[in-house]
């Protein structure tokens, strides 16, 4: 039974034969006779060999049978057990099984079954603990009914997803028809990239499993918006749709889910050519409880913002995403609406309506925002940018991504006013952020910020990031990713200045730092470093590593990749006793050769993870053996 529980291996199930045979074989209409298991009966008499070969000429007479009475028969099987067995019987007892619904099978009592009262013969009926998964080409229609006969009397199918599918046998409305037959308990479901299935498979969902809570459509070429009204109109508990590049699903199928879903919560809806305003503005305005909203390259306009913004009473998350036709005046008008007081977070990338003026309003009408996060959006500058950090009062985390009208002016601007309350700032790729002269005495310092992050954004030099180390000093997080242009005399103040004790350090691609810098941090911040990371800092020796076995108590992850490090300084590494190391990063470190063996191994003993890519000097004998002895350890060669 538990093969079929949890069924993954070859669709080849053979017809015929009975999966538990009785030892009392009739030849005939009066001769019986008896044979031990898995032996051959031993028979002298004539008469039994000519009743032998003529029953031989004959198919077993219950596959003579019809669907309609093996039907009949398995649905007044006593129990999930006795069920399951006859599904493995063959490919047409398992598809047959899977037909039946839970509220077709006849519950008999019978005295025997009732006296019978182990755990292993009663059946667990579910309230769908189980997940299953199919991915590709695992993914059947034979698989499917294996799984929804199997998991019925386990505990019940709760979660399934579908990605992709076989493409010579792949799932079919038939396969996910068994599901819904077979797993009413079914609470959420996942299909990707699934062509074959369709309205129909949809539809025998909405009937069988009225549990649905979560349904997750991506690539749905064959569902439109027949399928989702009757999704709408069967699962009344509905909580949560994510809709992607579905191409059919248009404005009807949203206002189903809106007039039949008032639980609705969570919505996101993603490169969808048929939904407009319509759809949108119907869900936004009806569904109370809808506290989290996903819109991303829709074409929808001002009007739907503006719904959002009068009607959008119980949002506290919102992502709004390529919304071409969107203006100024639709994030303007979504902002005075003061209809998004609950709004925790708010993200926005690739709308050319957000501006000074739509980024103001919108921080006035969020009094209760805590993360704000603006991506490729052109059009802000530092007027608007300190504009809402005057209004946005309750902001902790700011992120702007390739917001290349920001400059530095603009960021000293915002922290001085949100001084008390933020406590993350990250940076990415903006092209405006550049050195300036700036005293640091008439600036009063940010003492809430915790994490810095400044990412590949190439203006920014050692200059800026002295400032900011004299204006935060209170970081424990840094992530300086592709800063090339800082030096050691612009890290080093940053470093002084850091009261706290840093626990989380990101240099990666600052390739002009040396060995003088990173012992300072290692003398500075070793009684709370956690993390370092040195990835293409080619100018790292083994100096660092000295440095770091002598003040680090607390670091579990380091990456020195491509650094040059040798054998030498793993030596020194392997000698430190207090040091636990449970990730460990020396990709491409040429240097490092199977010498380091015995140093690795002792590192070994508390490392989780190990990566040896590109380390040309050690031999594929030197990683197998490392392998072997470092069982606990993953590790990437």
């Not at 182990?118 to 590709?136: K, V």
Request: charged share 20%; aromatic share 4%.
């Amino acid at each position: 039974m538990p093969t079929l529980v949890n069924y993954s291996g070859d669709d080849e199930l053979y017809p015929g034969g009975s999966f538990c045979p009785n030892p009392l074989y009739t030849i005939g209409s009066n001769v019986d006779v008896y044979y031990p298991p898995n032996k051959r009966a031993r028979i002298s008499a004539p008469f039994i060999f000519e009743s032998l070969e003529h029953e031989q000429d004959q198919k077993p007479s219950i596959e003579v049978l019809p669907d309609e009475c093996l039907f009949e028969i398995f649905r007044r099987l006593p129990s999930g057990k006795e069920r399951t067995s006859c599904a493995c019987v063959s490919k047409r007892w398992l598809m047959l099984m899977s037909s039946i619904c839970k509220a077709e099978i006849e519950r008999t009592a019978s005295p025997v079954v009732e006296m019978n009262t182990s755990d292993e013969n009663e059946d667990i009926e579910g309230d769908g603990y189980l997940t299953r998964c199919l991915e590709g080409k695992k993914a059947t229609d034979i698989r499917l009914a294996a799984i929804a006969v199997g998991t019925s009397g386990h505990g019940g199918l709760g979660k399934l997803s579908i990605r992709g599918s076989n493409s010579a046998r792949g799932v079919t409305n038939l396969g996910l028809s068994a599901v819904a037959h077979g797993c009413p308990s079914l609470r959420s479901l996942s299909l990707w990239n699934v062509s074959s299935i369709g309205d129909e498979g949809l539809s025998e969902i909405a009937k069988g499993c009225h549990m649905l809570e979560k349904l997750d459509l991506c690539l749905s070429s064959s569902i439109s918006n027949k399928g989702l009204i009757a999704i709408a109109e069967g699962c009344p508990n509905l909580t949560t749709l994510n809709i992607e590049s579905c191409s059919k699903i248009g404005n009807e199928g949203l206002q189903a889910i809106a007039r039949f879903c008032p639980k609705l919560q969570s919505i996101s809806i993603k490169d969808c050519p048929l939904v407009g305003d319509h759809g949108v503005s119907s869900l936004l305005s009806s569904a109370s409880e809808l506290s989290r909203v996903k819109l991303q390259a829709l074409n929808i306009t001002d009007f739907s913002l503006a719904v959002i913004g009068h009607y959008g009473k119980a949002i506290t998350n919102l992502v709004l995403s390529g919304l071409q036709n969107v203006t100024e005046r639709g994030f303007w008008v979504m902002g005075v609406a003061q209809g998004l007081q609950k709004l925790v977070s708010l993200t926005v990338t690739s709308c050319r309506g957000i501006t000074d003026a739509s980024i103001e309003a919108m921080s006035k009408g969020c009094t209760n925002l805590k993360q704000m996060c603006l991506r490729k959006c052109c059009f802000v500058s530092d007027n608007g940018l300190v504009a809402f950090a005057k209004a946005a009062g309750s902001l902790e985390s700011l992120q702007l991504e390739e917001c290349n009208r920001i400059t530095q002016s603009g960021i000293i601007g915002a922290l001085s006013i949100i001084k008390t309350k933020l406590k993350s700032l990250t940076l990415v790729k903006c092209m405006g952020v550049k050195d300036i002269d700036v005293e640091v005495s008439m600036l009063s310092p940010c003492e809430s910020l915790r994490s810095l992050a400044i990412q590949n954004c190439p203006g920014f030099g050692s200059a800026s990031l002295a400032m900011i180390g004299k204006l935060c000093p209170q970081l424990q997080h840094v992530d300086l990713t592709g800063l090339y242009g800082i030096t050691d005399a612009g890290l080093l103040p940053l470093l002084e200045n850091c009261e706290a004790g840093l626990v989380k350090v990101n240099l990666t691609g600052c390739w002009n730092l040396t060995d003088s810098v990173i012992s300072a941090l290692a003398r500075l911040h070793g009684e709370t470093l956690e993390l370092l990371n040195l990835d293409g800092c080619w100018k790292i020796t083994d100096a660092s590593l000295v440095a770091i076995a002598e003040n680090c108590l607390l670091l579990n992850d380091l990456d020195v990749s491509k650094c040059a490090i040798s054998d030498a300084g793993l030596a020194v590494l392997s000698r430190a006793s207090q040091l636990s190391l449970q990730v460990l990063s020396l990709s491409g470190c040429s240097d490092v050769s199977n010498k380091s063996v015995p140093f690795l191994t002792k590192l070994g003993q508390t490392l989780l993870g190990l990566n040896l890519q590109h380390c040309n000097s050690i031999g594929s004998s030197t990683i197998e053996l490392l392998v072997e002895n470092l069982w606990r350890c993953d590790i990437l060669a």
